[in-house]
């Protein structure tokens, strides 16, 4: 993602995310901020903002839900 930019995910039902930082920042619904190299799990999550400052490259991963 390019500075300044932000991203709007729609998790669907019954799925998690995991999102991990490869490169800058990261935050997440305004809340958690991800530095390099930061992961996190997001369940029960219906939309994720991604917001960056620096720009960032980032691994998104779309899981089933455990159980």
């Known amino acids: 993602m390019e500075a ?3 991203l709007t995910f729609t998790q669907p039902e ?3 995310i995991f ?3 490869i490169e800058g920042d990261l935050a997440l ?4 901020h991800l530095e390099r190299r930061d992961a996190a799990r997001i369940t029960e999550t219906p939309v994720l ?4 400052n620096k720009g960032s490259r980032l691994m998104l991963i779309d899981l ?4």
Do not use: C, D, M
């Open 4 to 6: 300044g930019h932000e």
């Open 14 to 16: 019954g799925r998690n």
């Open 19 to 21: 999102v991990f930082v």
């Open 29 to 32: 619904n305004g809340e958690a």
């Open 49 to 52: 903002g991604l917001a960056t």
């Open 64 to 67: 089933p839900k455990e159980g």
